[in-house]
């Protein structure tokens, strides 16, 4: 099929104006026109092959239909599920994140924008419908055609079975009622003496209640609103039964990441220790928490795992922490993995950034969570069990049938970290509100815990003292990374110390731990203000300090995080580690990389510098990659100009990875702005549609 030059074009055209659109005209002119957004980096090569198998399933392809597939593919690039044809259409350059981090959409080729223009919403539809390669969401049939149309979502249909996936196997978990605990209310209230301050809704009591009545729930909040504790209580409340019954349940715990994992393996051990429980019950509660991966027991080199409908995981309860960074095909595999009687509670920050790859599920899920949206019944049922009343606790009422998914849905609202006199806090707050305005009036007051500097003139000079000695306010004060390095040689034991004394494990564990004094955060890559550039101006102002001696690729106090599960060396993406020099058995100072154990142990491994192949050095890293970690002190670096990566989730998520002091770094200023007010739009339709 062709496409008419007169029914896209809003105005007469000169004539190369006319020969740029000529892709339209045929698939070989598009593919051509497709290779060359590829070597600007607008697609990727992935993309373009897609096209290419297409068109060779289908010669001759209408060409709207080729350059839709092409950008639902790039999509998935982004984190979409799907390409939305209509808000493509409304906004082609913001939908599609152009232009690139550091790209400007000018010059002679063809944009994307240009050719979406002028086409109407109703021809793309009809023209993708027409073609043999795409079927309609809910035409049976049609298995092999690679393409999805749902309404106005193209998917590819890998993805749209995702999506349908989860669809229905949370609406089957949520029909299913689950037994509920004997004596629910006195349980509770055993577990919960002295819970929120007086005329406070307890949100950590009333998601326990939630979560005991159906298959799946989750809980969602900031940090330190109390997820974890909250969670080891839920978990507390199911095991009394079981156990007293002589059934113990089989409870696992998960996180996405190793990093992610240890953390959660460290305080729920601690939460644990504090419950009111037997003995027995305590015991019967796990505190050692698996990667997903691991536990789903991961084939190397192959997207299936051990795992699945037809060898269900042997448990009673799964518990996901960090489910925010869980993408949409994961938790496909999670769902068809769990054997139909068992509970899943999903932990996480629902305003957190969702994870790289594509899908937000966690935020898709909770987006109802502010509002509450609680059925009559449910709010009665919570009343009840609960024993305080929800008057007053703004939520807005909602129905069962509308909001199914929302009746088993608790977000907790109190932060016990981040106070009202929290300058961390009030910021994190504001950002997610996306008042803009008063974020920065806050970061202008001066507080003891919220720091700004803006990069101009003399201030450069200001950032590199600040990447040294962090706010020089003494040895007490925010740090910069000489305070980690300072303590490799100030806590080294003596070096008569043999090669299996103990004191060499307890030294690398103090050098890791003072590490995270101090994190250098950015929202790129690429540019002197990304993750490239800035390791690269780190690097240079500690060699001149006289603190590393970077003329070779590995020196002791390099940091470096692991780019790739490494199941050999037990490394997961995520983890970070510290080259030291330790002897060998002959006395000789060898470098070895530390890193903590994932097992929530305290303990640290070492591995030869030789044996790490994916790593990279981290004294700046991505604040993706820094989601389920904690800084004392975070200083998030924004690039000089806006990019579509640049949100006020990617703000807010940087932002609440300090526990003590936040110092944002401007090479530009307005572009704080600019990011807070914008969202990220992960586009699925997860949820959506009534089953």
């Known amino acids: 099929m062709s496409c008419r030059l007169e029914d896209l074009l809003p105005t007469p055209l000169q004539a190369e104006q006319l020969a740029a659109l000529a892709p339209l005209q045929s698939s070989h002119d598009l593919l051509i026109l497709l290779d060359r957004w590829v070597e600007r980096g607008w697609l990727r090569a992935l993309d373009r092959a897609l096209v290419a198998f297409l068109e060779e399933r289908a010669p001759g392809s209408d060409p709207l239909l080729l350059l839709a597939a092409a950008l639902a593919s790039h999509q998935l690039g982004h984190g979409h599920v799907c390409l939305d044809l209509a808000q493509t259409l409304a906004e082609p350059d913001f939908a599609l994140s152009l232009p690139p981090e550091g790209d400007a959409l000018d010059g002679p080729l063809l944009l994307p924008s240009q050719l979406l223009t002028k086409l109407e919403q109703h021809t793309w539809c009809e023209r993708i419908t027409a073609s043999p390669l795409v079927a309609t969401g809910n035409t049976p049939g049609h298995s092999a055609r690679p393409l999805v149309l749902s309404g106005l979502r193209l998917y590819l249909r890998r993805y749209w079975s995702y999506e349908r996936q989860i669809d229905n196997a949370l609406r089957q978990r949520l029909a299913a009622d689950q037994v509920i605990a004997p004596a629910l209310p006195e349980r509770l209230e055993q577990l919960f003496k002295g819970g929120a301050p007086q005329g406070q809704v307890d949100w950590q009591k009333l998601a326990c209640a939630l979560a005991t009545r159906a298959s799946f729930s989750i809980i969602t909040g900031g940090p330190g609103t109390g997820k974890t504790t909250t969670v080891v209580r839920l978990l507390a409340l199911l095991q009394g039964p079981a156990v007293e019954q002589g059934r113990p349940l089989r409870i696992r715990l998960a996180a996405p990441t190793g990093k992610a994992a240890a953390r959660l393996t460290e305080s729920i051990g601690q939460q644990v220790e504090l419950l009111e429980v037997s003995a027995e019950v305590r015991q019967q509660i796990p505190t050692d928490v698996s990667t997903v991966h691991r536990l789903l027991g991961s084939r190397p080199g192959s997207r299936h795992f051990r795992h699945h409908a037809g060898n269900p995981l042997p448990l009673d309860v ?25 509970r899943l509670v999903l932990l996480g920050d629902k305003d957190q950034l969702a994870s790289v790859e594509a899908g937000a599920v966690l935020g898709d899920l909770c987006r109802d969570a502010e509002e509450g949206f609680y059925s009559a019944a449910t709010r009665a049922w919570l009343e009840q069990v609960g024993g305080q009343s929800l008057q007053d606790s703004g939520l807005t009422p909602g129905d069962a049938e509308q909001h199914p998914l929302a009746q088993q849905v608790v977000m907790l609202r109190h932060s016990r970290r981040f106070g009202e006199g929290s300058g961390i806090g009030q910021l994190a707050r504001l950002v997610n509100r996306q008042q803009a305005q008063a974020a920065r009036e806050l970061l202008t007051q001066k507080l003891d815990d919220v720091h700004g500097l803006s990069l101009q003139g003399e201030h450069d000079r200001r950032f590199d003292r600040l990447l040294l000695d962090g706010l020089d306010r003494g040895t007490d004060g925010p740090q910069g990374y000489r305070h980690y390095l300072r303590n490799i040689g100030r806590l080294r034991p003596p070096p008569a110390t043999a090669a299996d004394d103990p004191r060499w494990e307890q030294w690398a564990g103090q050098v890791l731990h003072s590490f995270e004094d101090f994190q250098l955060l950015c929202a790129v890559r690429k540019g002197p203000w990304g993750v490239q550039g800035l390791n690269e101006r780190v690097t240079r102002v500690l060699h001149n300090a006289g603190l590393i001696d970077s003329q070779q690729p590995w020196y002791e106090g390099r940091p470096v995080l692991v780019t790739r599960n490494d199941y050999g060396l037990g490394l997961m993406n995520g983890d970070i580690g510290i080259a030291l020099r330790l002897p060998d058995e002959r006395g000789v100072a060898l470098l070895r990389v530390a890193f903590a154990r994932n097992d929530g142990s305290g303990g640290v491994r070492f591995v030869l510098p030789s044996r790490l192949n994916e790593v990279e050095t981290v004294y700046a890293m991505t604040v993706h990659k820094s989601q389920g970690s904690e800084f004392s002190h975070t200083a998030l670096v924004l690039p000089d100009a806006l990019n579509p990566v640049l949100t006020k989730e990617l703000v807010y998520t ?16 307005g572009v704080f702005e600019e990011a807070v007010e914008r969202r990220v739009r992960r586009i699925s339709g997860l949820m959506l549609e009534q089953g």
């Open 318 to 342: 799964l518990v996901i922490d960090e489910a925010s960074m869980i993408d949409l095909e994961m938790m496909a595999v999670l769902l068809d993995a769990l054997p139909p009687s068992a």
């Open 654 to 669: 940087g932002i609440t990875r300090a526990k003590h002091c936040f110092s944002l770094i401007e090479p530009r200023a």
